[in-house]
């Protein structure tokens, strides 16, 4: 048996990819850690092994995730802008941007929400349709980067660890941004990425009933 870490992009992988190195081998109650990159999906698993993944509001993810591209990764990584990003880039300077031009329909703002890494990755691409029943058919823990520490200690119990993970302190190591000042959204950016992220958000609300607030609409 095995647990596979599926890291879900801008939600705290990197992170918990270090906070597991000491377990590996085979270390936890379901034998070794495996991490996979972010293709990798629940459906793709045995369904004997066991699973771990982070989610995040997917406004924030959304945020998070133009952000990191913009800067390409740095400074943990340097990843180049693909010839579409290289486009979106070009024409939005800000997520807000994005959002706003999101919101007035724009289909270049389309291309860019289906163009940039992260942006265009949707929560529910981890987890399957709920036709599929991926959380029920093997041992699935769902962590929260809004509460990353305390849910570090519930997959400490998760996986029967004789101590509690902690989180790197390293801000490299941990892939944390890095501190600027972010234009916020405006109320209608911020409802045009609800609503663009509307199944992740129908996701979220069958895993913490009631905590990501209501959606409307769809993309």
């Known amino acids: 048996?095995?647990?596979?870490?599926?890291?879900?992009?801008?939600?705290?992988?990197?992170?918990?990819?270090?906070?597991?190195?000491?377990?590996?081998?085979?270390r936890t109650r379901f034998g070794d850690v495996v991490v996979h990159g972010h293709v990798t999906r629940l459906a793709d698993l045995s369904p004997g092994d066991a699973a771990i993944l982070f989610v995040r509001d997917p406004v924030a993810r959304f945020v998070s995730g133009f952000n990191s591209r913009q800067r390409k990764g740095r400074p943990r990584n340097n990843?180049?802008?693909?010839?579409?990003?290289?486009?979106?880039f070009g024409r939005f300077r800000t997520s807000a941007e994005l959002a706003e031009a999101l919101a007035n329909g724009l289909t270049t703002a389309q291309d860019a929400m289906h163009a940039i890494e992260h942006v265009r990755q949707h929560l529910v691409y981890w987890f399957g349709p709920p036709s599929e029943d991926n959380l029920n058919k093997r041992h699935v823990f769902v962590g929260r980067l809004d509460r990353f520490d305390t849910d570090l200690v519930r997959l400490s119990e998760f996986l029967g660890l004789d101590r509690p993970l902690s989180a790197?302190?390293?801000?490299?190591?941990?892939?944390?941004a890095p501190n600027k000042s972010i234009q916020p959204l405006s109320s209608r950016g911020t409802d045009a990425v609800r609503r663009w992220y509307r199944r992740d958000y129908e996701l979220l609300d069958r895993l913490f009933p009631g905590e990501y607030g209501p959606t409307s609409g769809g993309s």
């Open 1 to 26: 048996m095995t647990v596979h870490l599926l890291h879900v992009g801008k939600t705290g992988g990197s992170a918990l990819q270090a906070a597991l190195v000491p377990h590996y081998g085979g």
């Open 79 to 88: 990843n180049p802008w693909s010839a579409d990003e290289v486009i979106a």
């Open 168 to 176: 790197p302190t390293d801000p490299i190591r941990a892939h944390i």
